[in-house]
């Protein structure tokens, strides 16, 4: 590769290339040779430079387009045909100053019928390509009538855009179009440039955004994508700076497993390997010149969907799959999707569908993340998000895309980074928890709290850290539930288990309904995370009735069983202030009663928010925000003194509980050979 692409480059032309292109492409820089291509390279290069789309505008627009076709809250959505569109959207944002907009166009606007003139006449080059030198056997009146149509399209674009006035406030803005036309000589030299650069950027890019979105990948992305600042302030230095995107994107199809870009891979060893071992966009002389440009547009895309849909699936019954066999290839120069990409993005809950399907609850998994890890943490802060929440979601704020638990100018900062913030995810639909088996869910779902939370600190080595609990709605229930199983583990071969419960400093309650002792509250409260979710949980009201009463009735006996261990642990409960739309009316959906109880030793504040958005914050100023990292703060300085010593007096009362049990035993023995002796 290294010899034909690069040192014995000028032995190897392009073949039947210009002539198999050229009906479509015209003259431009993927269809010359020698000297005019070296002419078309030097006159597009710094076209193409950083500097022209460093701060990401050029994407800003299309990418509107594209999340306003995407559905609201939840559904499946064909996404491979929409980043089609999109990238032809940004690349005529980028090459003329104005996109074309045809995310936005109906299928028989100009803009769309161009983007199927586009495409048919690139099929019909594909399918010239296979037939190498026998290329003219392909061809005839459809091919030709796209390729005029093409040709048309892109006279009047280039006419419109060239006319525009750019005195009119435009005058800094950089245009593709105008720097090129100043070097072409005439049209024809102009148009093939502009075609050139549409055909290499659009389904390159749309194939790559497709790839990006694999499943495997998502918890971890969407964990570093926490970590940016607000999407305002992102630019291209900070997209290059997220790492497993930049690995996810240098991933193929066939492995996927970002991950092995950190390992020390063989390709690495050696400097020819080094440099070609990695060719997707070529290299030598003829490398990609919109490497950098796509690379940036897939990273701020991906970036942007998933802050918009912190959940994407697959549906049931889908695969990724690549196209591999030279039929579906036929259809464009570039490794597409089988048939298509079906997702399903989300931004909430489930529909109530959704929430019927059993196979719905059991895909998603429950996960422990790390979003945040200082060089020599004190203490372990995990939030547990509630009913119908997101272990993202929950904390993150709507409209600036602030995730406060992981980003560092927010709780990481104030706790001079001296923590690790893990985030717990858990299925939460209403039906995945309220109704009959209620008590099971809580008990499955607490227990995987605990199991996950032991798995990760063994592995790390941090099973005696401190842990301050951030609890959302129901969240605080699995929590009690949590503390409550981890504190009835003391058997030898369980010990581990118990560690949490020993750990724990702090809990932090947001909205958590502790009832206030009346089980008709707690009934209230699941009614109402009913009527903000409507889901059929079950068909008839009575059954609606009897389903919630016994879910009062478990919530009820987890704070029962909480209560003699509250002592233990440093509160804070905090209760919100604003009311939420619960369809008819507007109410609060937990109390103040219910959320903060008024007990010794116990810490209450009210937030200026409704329940569901009572733990995001937009920024350090926010309201309640100072109150909610105070309080984090002062139990992180107050917590390591306590759990050292609070472990000293545990591995004591242990240590007698084994010998007690062994006493026992040797009792017991003694017992059954004393009588063995009488016989
Ligand atoms: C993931 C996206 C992309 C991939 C994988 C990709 C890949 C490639 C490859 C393999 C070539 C060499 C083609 C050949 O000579 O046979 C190439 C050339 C080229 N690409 Fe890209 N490309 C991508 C996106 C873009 C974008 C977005 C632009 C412009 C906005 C662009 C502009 C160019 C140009 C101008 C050339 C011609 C270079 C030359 O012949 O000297 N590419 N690209």
């Known amino acids: 590769m290294e010899a034909i692409l690069s040192s014995n480059f000028a032995d190897f032309g392009n073949g039947p290339r210009r002539a198999i292109t050229f009906p479509m492409f015209g003259d431009g820089i993927f269809t010359q040779d020698g000297e005019p291509w070296k002419h078309s390279r030097d006159i597009l290069r710094p076209q193409l430079f950083h500097r022209q789309y460093e701060n990401l505008d050029v994407f800003k627009v299309p990418l509107d387009d594209l999340l306003s076709a995407l559905p609201e809250k939840s559904g499946i959505v064909e996404l491979q045909s929409l980043f089609f569109r999109y990238t032809l959207d940004v690349t005529t944002a980028f090459l003329f100053g104005d996109s074309i907009r045809s995310l936005k166009s109906s299928d028989n606007a100009t803009e769309n019928v161009f983007a199927g003139a586009f495409d048919q006449a690139q099929a019909y080059v594909a399918k010239r390509f296979r037939l190498s030198d026998l290329y003219w056997f392909i061809g005839g009146r459809e091919f030709q009538d796209a390729c005029k149509m093409v040709h048309q399209f892109a006279d009047k674009v280039i006419d419109q855009n060239l006319a525009k006035?750019?005195?009119?406030?435009?005058?800094?803005?950089?245009?593709?179009?105008?720097?090129?036309?100043?070097?072409?000589?005439?049209?024809?030299?102009?148009?093939?440039?502009?075609?050139?650069?549409?055909?290499?950027?659009?389904?390159?890019?749309?194939?790559?955004?497709?790839?990006?979105?694999h499943?495997?990948?998502?918890?971890?992305?969407?964990?570093?994508?926490?970590?940016?600042?607000?999407?305002?302030?992102?630019?291209?230095?900070?997209?290059?700076?997220?790492?497993?995107?930049?690995?996810?994107?240098?991933?193929?199809?066939?492995?996927?497993?970002?991950?092995?870009?950190?390992?020390?891979?063989?390709?690495?060893?050696?400097?020819?390997?080094?440099?070609?071992?990695?060719?997707?966009?070529?290299?030598?002389?003829?490398?990609?010149?919109?490497?950098?440009?796509?690379?940036?547009?897939v990273a701020y895309t991906i970036v942007r969907i998933l802050q918009r849909y912190p959940i994407i699936k697959l549906p049931n019954g889908e695969r990724v799959d690549v196209i591999s066999t030279m039929r579906k290839l036929a259809r464009s120069f570039t490794s597409s999707l089988r048939d298509s990409l079906k997702i399903r993005p989300r931004t909430r809950a489930l529909t109530s569908d959704e929430v019927e399907s059993p196979q719905a609850i059991k895909e998603e998994r429950a996960?422990?993340?790390?979003?945040?890890?200082?060089?020599?943490?004190?203490?372990?802060?995990?939030?547990?998000?509630?009913?119908?929440?997101?272990a993202f979601r929950t904390f993150t704020a709507e409209k600036t895309g602030k995730f406060w638990l992981g980003d560092s100018d927010m709780l990481p900062r104030d706790l001079k980074g001296q923590c690790r913030v893990l985030t717990f995810s858990y299925p939460a639909s209403v039906a995945s928890i309220l109704g009959r088996t209620s008590s099971d869910r809580i008990l499955q779902h607490a227990t995987t709290l605990v199991a996950e939370l032991v798995a990760d600190r063994e592995v790390t080595g941090a099973l005696e850290r401190p842990i301050i609990f951030l609890c959302h709605s129901l969240g605080g229930i699995i929590v009690k539930r949590a503390l409550i199983y981890s504190a009835s583990r003391t058997g030898k071969m369980i010990e581990h288990i118990h560690s949490i419960y020993v750990s724990t400093y702090g809990i932090l309650f947001f909205g958590t309904p502790h009832q206030g002792s009346s089980k008709a509250n707690l009934a209230t409260f699941a009614q109402r995370m009913v009527a903000l979710v409507p889901s059929k949980v079950v068909d008839t009201d009575s059954q609606l009735v009897s389903a919630l009463q016994e879910s009062s009735e478990v919530l009820q006996d987890i704070t029962d069983n909480f209560v003699p261990m509250m002592k233990r642990?440093?509160?804070?409960?905090?209760?919100?202030?604003?009311?939420?739309?619960?369809?008819?009316?507007?109410?609060?959906?937990?109390?103040?009663?219910?959320?903060?109880?008024?007990?010794?030793?116990?810490?209450?504040?009210?937030?200026?928010?409704?329940?569901r958005n009572m733990c995001r914050f937009a920024t350090r100023v926010s309201p309640g925000y100072s109150l909610v990292a105070a309080t984090v703060l002062r139990y992180s300085r107050e917590a390591p003194g306590t759990i050292t010593r609070r472990w000293v007096s545990e591995r004591e009362i242990l240590t007698s509980m084994r010998k007690q049990e062994a006493m026992e035993l040797i009792k017991g023995g003694g017992e059954m050979s004393g009588g063995k002796a009488k016989q």
């Open 215 to 297: 499943p495997h990948v998502m918890e971890k992305l969407r964990a570093e994508i926490a970590q940016l600042p607000p999407i305002e302030e992102v630019d291209r230095a900070a997209l290059r700076d997220m790492k497993y995107l930049q690995n996810i994107m240098k991933e193929n199809a066939e492995i996927f497993r970002p991950e092995r870009w950190d390992e020390d891979l063989p390709m690495n060893q050696e400097p020819t390997l080094q440099k070609w071992g990695y060719l997707p966009f070529n290299g030598g002389p003829r490398i990609c010149l919109g490497m950098d440009f796509a690379l940036t547009e």
């Open 569 to 611: 642990f440093r509160i804070c409960f905090f209760w919100e202030q604003e009311k939420t739309s619960l369809g008819v009316k507007w109410d609060y959906v937990v109390t103040e009663n219910s959320a903060a109880p008024i007990l010794d030793n116990t810490d209450r504040a009210g937030l200026r928010n409704d329940h």
């Open 367 to 390: 996960t422990l993340t790390t979003v945040f890890e200082g060089e020599d943490p004190l203490v372990d802060i995990v939030a547990v998000h509630g009913l119908n929440g997101d």
């Open 165 to 213: 006035d750019t005195t009119a406030g435009n005058q800094n803005r950089y245009i593709f179009l105008k720097s090129v036309a100043k070097s072409c000589p005439d049209r024809e030299a102009l148009r093939g440039q502009i075609i050139n650069i549409l055909a290499a950027g659009r389904d390159t890019t749309a194939c790559m955004l497709s790839w990006t979105l």
